[in-house]
C-alpha cells in the first residue's frame, strides 16, 4: 500500500526556506509517512501531525484514494496558533 504525497504551496515554501541538513530531514520524514512520531489531531477525523525535532508537519490521511497531504509545516511554537 503506497500512498501518493501532495505538499501544498505555503508548507512547501516554508520547507524550502529552511537549510540544507533540515531539508534533508524533513522530507526523509514526510516520505517516511505514514510511519514516524505520529499523534492523531484532536477534534479533527483524519488529520495528524508528524514530529521532526523542533518541526511539525500537520497532513490530512485520505485512506480511500491513499493521499497524504501535507497542509502545514512550520516550527512548534508557531503551527498550532
Do not use: H
Not at 485512506?63 to 501535507?70: T, Y
Amino acid at each position: 500500500m503506497t500512498y501518493k504525497i501532495k505538499i501544498r504551496p505555503k508548507a512547501l515554501k516554508f520547507i524550502e526556506k529552511q537549510d540544507k541538513l533540515q531539508r534533508l530531514r524533513i522530507y526523509t520524514a514526510i516520505y517516511n509517512l505514514p510511519k514516524g512520531d505520529i499523534k492523531k489531531m484532536v477534534g479533527c477525523k483524519d488529520t495528524f501531525r508528524l514530529r521532526i525535532g523542533s518541526y511539525r508537519i500537520i497532513y490530512e490521511l485520505n485512506r480511500n484514494d491513499l493521499i497524504i497531504l501535507v497542509t502545514k509545516a512550520s516550527n512548534r511554537g508557531q503551527i498550532y496558533k
